[in-house]
């Protein structure tokens, strides 16, 4: 039978639940001093003009401020004290957008974006960095931050991320030092890139900044009420749509949820129908996939044969990692787009097989995890025409069911019928999201 599960308790955790919903979240921004041209000075007006305390729903962000000097070591230096010396909650640095773009997709907890305005500058001499970018993953957090920034009118681009220039320095700098940290201590670091005042004045990037922050301190929240094991959907939200994150092994049930949920009018989006989308012939994806792995990865009319390659990629390790590294990002990006096209008040899901493998869950106020016996699944995967090799390939390539738990603010059983599962959404939707 359908069992449904709350991972926490709220009613038992009430007063608890409203502390760590309301505590304060600290931020430290920095901006730079100017480059060698005077009036590339927009970083530090637009942080000088943002507010002490910036009001969050039932909470509020207090802030911090720090002028770095412009030279990459004295920039690095200052960030990996400032972080040591404040253990703030979030640290965001706020640079020079530059012409040279190139992917910024640490694996680490960082969010970058990009206010849109190309000013040509490029940084030189002792501002460049060298050494090894870190290790190069899908950024959702990037794009979901992004997208929502952009569902709120504010003129910002997802970007791919930033050369490597003292201001890279600066967040690489941070970035070691939050590693360093205990698991559970670290700040969420992120990156802004915004254009010179003659693009941009340095109010509007002020707002932008200030959306920036109300986004990564409600991370911070929902990651604290998770720990406390109060469940993210006990923080405040405001008035905007609740996220939430659907996820689940390889033919668990997630989409059969997702459309249970469709009836009842929550906006859907659907990581795998996306990750189709990218890689139609003509895209970009598609011509990156047949540049990794090969044109004899194409059917006879020209199209991706994904039998051929969900071969390579589920008995290889290493070539999956290059498929993702090509497609997450671009998944990434559209999806977070749709996921803010939901009314506010209303319910944007996201059915994303992923979600625990690339580390999502703190950006929904929701994580509904699917979760059917081993057994079950592979039945269904095998009648849905995979082997039985190929389905365990798949499932191992997979996290766990603890893994998923680990993250769940709800976990669904799928091990009954078909009706089963259909009431047992209909008690979480209307016990848990409707109240919402
Ligand atoms: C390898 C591909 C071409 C196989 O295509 P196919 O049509 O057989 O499968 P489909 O895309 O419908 O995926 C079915 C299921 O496989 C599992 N799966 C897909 N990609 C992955 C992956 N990278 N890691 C683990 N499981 C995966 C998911 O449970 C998914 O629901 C395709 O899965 C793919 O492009 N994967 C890479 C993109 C990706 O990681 N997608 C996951 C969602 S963002
Ligand atoms: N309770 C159930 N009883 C019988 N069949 C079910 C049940 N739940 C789901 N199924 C079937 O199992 C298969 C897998 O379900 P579904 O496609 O919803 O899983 P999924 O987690 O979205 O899979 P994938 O990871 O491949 O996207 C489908 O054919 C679906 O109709």
């Known amino acids: 039978m359908t ?37 590339f000075i927009t970083p530090w007006d637009a942080v000088r003009l943002l507010p002490e305390i910036i009001e969050l729903a039932g909470s509020s962000a207090t802030l911090t401020r720090e002028l770095l000097p412009a030279a990459s070591n004295g920039a690095s ?17 706020v640079g020079l957008q530059t012409q040279k773009m190139a992917p910024e997709r640490t694996p680490r907890n960082d969010a970058a974006v990009c206010i849109s ?3 040509g500058f490029q940084a030189s001499g002792e501002d460049s960095v060298s050494g090894e970018m870190p290790q190069c993953r899908a950024a959702w957090t990037t794009a979901a931050l992004a997208g929502r920034l952009r569902a709120a009118g504010l003129p910002v681009t997802y970007t791919a991320g930033a050369e490597q220039y003292a201001e890279m320095a600066t967040n690489y700098a941070a970035l070691d030092a939050v590693s360093d940290m205990a698991e559970g201590s670290r700040p969420v670091v992120g990156l802004v890139h915004v254009p010179d005042q003659e693009i941009m004045s340095s109010p509007t990037v002020a707002e932008v900044l200030r959306a920036f922050i109300v986004e990564l301190a409600d991370v911070v929240r929902r990651r604290r009420a998770a720990v406390a094991g109060l469940g993210r959907l006990s923080v405040p939200r405001g008035n905007r749509a609740l996220r939430v994150g659907l996820t689940g092994g390889i033919g668990s049930g997630k989409s059969t949820v997702a459309g249970l949920l469709a009836a009842r009018d929550a906006h859907i989006v659907d990581a795998d129908v996306i990750a189709r989308e990218v890689v139609e012939p003509g895209t970009p994806g598609f011509d990156a996939i047949i540049a990794a792995f090969g044109a004899e990865l194409l059917t006879a009319d020209g199209a991706l044969d994904r039998a051929l390659l969900a071969e390579r990629v589920f008995n290889d390790p290493d070539a999956r990692g290059t498929l993702e590294a090509i497609m997450l990002p671009q998944v990434a990006q559209t999806a977070a787009q749709r996921m803010e096209a939901a009314a506010p008040g209303g319910v944007a899901v996201y059915d994303v097989p992923l979600l625990v493998e690339e580390g999502m869950e703190d950006l929904f106020d929701c994580v509904m995890v699917v979760e059917t ?7 269904r995967l095998q009648r849905r025409g995979l082997t039985r090799e190929d389905a365990e390939s798949r499932i191992a390539s997979q996290a766990g069911d603890e893994e998923r738990r680990q993250v769940a603010d709800i976990v669904l059983l799928n091990n009954g019928t078909r009706e089963d599962l259909a009431d047992g959404v209909e008690w979480l939707w209307t016990n848990r999201i409707a109240v919402n």
Do not use: M
């Open 373 to 379: 016996p081993r057994a079950l699944r592979l039945a």
């Open 117 to 119: 305005g190309d000013i």
């Open 3 to 39: 069992q449904t599960q709350d991972a926490t308790s709220p009613q038992s955790c009430a007063t608890a639940g409203s502390d760590v919903a309301e505590a304060p979240v600290t931020v430290h921004v920095t901006g730079f001093e100017h480059f060698d041209r005077a009036s």
């Open 77 to 93: 230096a200052a960030s990996r004290n400032a972080i040591e010396r404040l253990r703030p909650d979030v640290v965001v640095h």
